[in-house]
């Protein structure tokens, strides 16, 4: 086994995420594009590409990104397991390149802090919808029991519940949308510094 096979072959041990097309895929351009650069030696290979964890990082960011580009429709964001994969793997692909340190630091931090701030805003919304759905078992457990004995207070938070219900199945579907809507939001930003540094890459 020469150089670029062992490459190729400890780079396909980084690939497991993808399906076996897409590995091969990669697998084959990569080797092809070892070949026609003449890269013999493990040193010139891995100066060109980066060693095989660091190579397989940005396939791996690679096919996320185009994974989430193809799942938006008619401008839709994509499902929030797409969105939220751009973004690790982005993330993993910054912090395991040579230029982790400059922009890709900047970058990094960036990240993780508007990803912390979205998740606060999530976390804040799951937290409204959670105190509805309280507050009807609530309303609902107490208008049940003053129903006998009260007959008016007993519907009255009988309809509090009923209200708190309808709150309740009104916000789910919405907060569903604002957590795709968020995690659309991270995955573009996330694509956007990833490609700016893929840039800066190819120019230096």
């Known amino acids: 086994m020469n150089e670029r096979e062992k490459y190729i072959s400890d780079l396909a041990s980084y690939l497991s995420p993808l399906t076996a097309a897409e590995r091969q895929d990669a697998l084959e351009f990569y080797d092809e594009f070892i070949a026609d650069g003449g890269l013999d030696s493990r040193q010139a290979i891995e100066k060109r590409l980066g060693t095989p964890r660091q190579l397989s990082r940005k396939i791996l960011a690679d096919y996320s990104i185009k994974a989430n580009d193809q799942s938006k429709k008619a ?94 199945m009104v916000c789910l579907p919405l907060l569903y949308w604002l957590v795709r809507l968020l995690a659309q939001a991270i995955a573009n930003f996330a694509k956007f510094v990833y490609r700016k540094i893929q840039s800066r890459r190819e120019e230096a």
């Open 75 to 168: 401008g839709r964001p994509a499902s929030p397991h797409s969105s939220w994969r751009v973004f690790w793997w982005v993330l993993v692909a910054i912090i395991t390149s040579p230029l982790t340190f400059g922009i890709g630091l900047v970058a990094v931090v960036t990240l993780i802090a508007l990803a912390a701030c979205l998740f606060g805003v999530i976390i804040g919304a799951l937290a409204l919808v959670a105190s509805l759905a309280v507050a009807a078992i609530a309303a609902l457990y107490v208008g049940i029991g003053l129903i006998a004995t009260e007959p008016l207070t007993g519907l009255f938070y009988g309809g509090i519940g009923l209200s708190a219900i309808g709150g309740f």
